[in-house]
C-alpha cells in the first residue's frame, strides 16, 4: 500500500501542473480568497456596519502577505492576487468608513432617510384627505 502511494505521489509530482495543483502555493491562496471576495461585496453594504479596526487590521494583514508572496521562492503570484484584491477592497471599506463617521457621510444619509419618511407621511395625509373629500 505504501508503495503504491508514493508511486502515486510521483506520478503527480512528475507532471508541473499536478505538482502545483497539489501544493499550498494553490491551495493556499484558493482557500484566502474568500477574504477578498467577502470584502468585495461588502463594499455594496450599508457603510454602518463597517468596523475600522478590522479594516485596518485586514489592510495591514493583507500588505504584509502580499510582500510575503513576493519573498518567498518561486514567487506566489496567485497569493500576490489575492491579497492586492484584499487590500484594495479593504481601503475602499476604510474610505466608506471614514467618510460615513468623520466626514459628514452619516448625517447625509440620515437626511435622506428623514426626508424619504417625511415624502411618504405627505403621501399618505394627502392621501387620507382626498378620501375625506371624497366621503363628503
Partial sequence: MAAAIKALNARIRANPVTDYFCSTHFWG????FGIPI???LDTQKDPDIISGTMTMALIGYSGVFMR????VTPKNYLLFGC????FSA?????????????FG???KALEEK???GLQKAE???????KEVLRQK
Fill in 29 to 32: 491562496p484558493a482557500s484566502n
Fill in 38 to 40: 467577502a470584502a468585495v
Fill in 68 to 71: 510575503y508572496a513576493l519573498a
Fill in 83 to 86: 491579497h492586492i484584491v484584499n
Fill in 90 to 102: 479593504q481601503c475602499t471599506q476604510g474610505y466608506r468608513y471614514l467618510n460615513y463617521w468623520n
Fill in 105 to 107: 457621510g452619516r448625517e
Fill in 114 to 116: 428623514s426626508k424619504q
Fill in 123 to 129: 403621501g399618505k395625509v394627502q392621501e387620507s384627505v
